[in-house]
């Protein structure tokens, strides 16, 4: 097999640059750095959220908004105009609301054959229709030849969250079941395995998907679901660690409960990346009181897309904002936040 490096992202760069670079992008601790450093003073009191649960009038609504640059278009299970539908689908789900409204904004780059084009629309309004939302306002740019690469889509939507429903790292305790609805990396090694000279023997297909579904129906145990979180760009490993410094406490996970398919695990290895690192886009992390957990995994397993749910670790009052895997060994390693990014381009 002979791979093609050209192109590809420094997967550690350095933090103080003076320009943008691939790893501001990324999910990790340099997106965190620009959010933090850059757009918050400039923005003002505002949290920047995957979802924010705004008010209006006696109404609760989620407001989501996220941009899709993901190459190539068209992957093993998916393509950008799917991902771009159940990527905002699913940041509104975080906040336990129902997504009702999506608007779409393209950048179209001059020269990007029309069918293509047709096909991520078609994809877009099929994935809406799935996910029980409408495609209800958008826009279209055109940049010059030598301006774009291809197709950059921008969703953002709106759902209504009930009375009652708050999710949240502000919720997470100590002591709280670390649940997760399936296999872990697969979305980002689909996009890997499809780029030219990456083969690994066997297809691994995107996990996109809808998943407000599973949250109603964790919801509607009853149980007192603490938070909920999407590990889409930085994996399993940036979704913790963000969650762990915001509640200020730890994670322990138990590294032989970690659902990472043998394919999954073959090609990280092979390419020298830690699968808890790499993106999902249709998989939830979820943070339950330990006495309700088997009640919450019993409903997810009864979904579609949580058959394979599994409890990975719980949260601790030990080393608050740090995450650590318990090992086959008996001994512990630190599960990192990615510094900047892994793959370059994956949602």
């Excluded at 999954?264 to 699968?275: F, K, N, R």
């Amino acid at each position: 097999m002979t791979i093609d490096f050209e192109g590809w992202a420094c997967p550690l760069p350095l933090r103080d640059t003076p320009a943008i670079v691939m790893g501001h992008g990324g999910g990790g601790a340099m997106s965190g750095d620009l959010i933090n450093h850059l757009f918050l003073p400039a923005f003002g009191d505002v949290a920047l959220t995957d979802s924010a649960v705004v008010t209006a009038g006696t109404a609760r609504l989620a407001f989501s908004t996220d941009s899709f640059v993901v190459r190539p278009m068209f992957f093993p299970g998916g393509s950008i105009g799917d991902l771009a539908v159940n990527g905002t689908v699913n940041d509104l789900a975080m906040s336990g609301a129902t997504p009702l409204y999506l608007s779409a904004a393209f950048i179209l780059q001059e020269g990007t054959p029309l069918p293509a084009v047709g096909r991520i629309a078609t994809a877009m309004g099929e994935a809406a229709r799935a996910a029980g939302v409408r495609l209800v306002t958008g826009d279209t740019k055109v940049v010059d030849f030598d301006s774009g690469d291809g197709v950059y889509v921008t969703t953002t939507g709106i759902g209504l969250v009930a009375d009652g429903v708050d999710l949240g790292p502000h919720r997470a305790t100590a002591g709280d079941a670390v649940l997760v609805s399936g296999p872990l990396g697969v979305h980002g090694v689909a996009v890997l395995s499809c780029r030219q000279g990456l083969e690994f023997g066997t297809e691994v297909r995107s996990d996109t998907a809808p998943l407000h579904g599973l949250v109603a129906a964790m919801l509607a145990t009853g149980a007192d679901v603490h938070t909920l979180r999407d590990p889409t760009r930085g994996g399993l490993a940036a979704t913790l660690n963000e969650i762990a410094g915001a509640a200020k406490l730890g994670v322990e996970l138990v590294e032989r409960d970690l659902p990472v398919p043998a394919e999954v695990a073959d090609a990280c290895h092979l390419l020298g990346l830690d699968p808890l690192q790499v993106a999902n886009e249709g998989k939830l992390v979820a943070l339950v009181p330990p006495d309700q957990a088997d009640r919450v995994l019993a409903a997810m397993r009864e979904h579609p897309y949580g058959r394979d749910a599994c409890r990975i670790g719980v949260c601790v009052a030990e080393h608050p904002g740090m995450v650590v895997a318990r090992t086959g060994l008996g001994g512990t390693r630190v599960v990192t936040m990615p510094i900047g990014e892994q793959l370059p381009r994956i949602c």
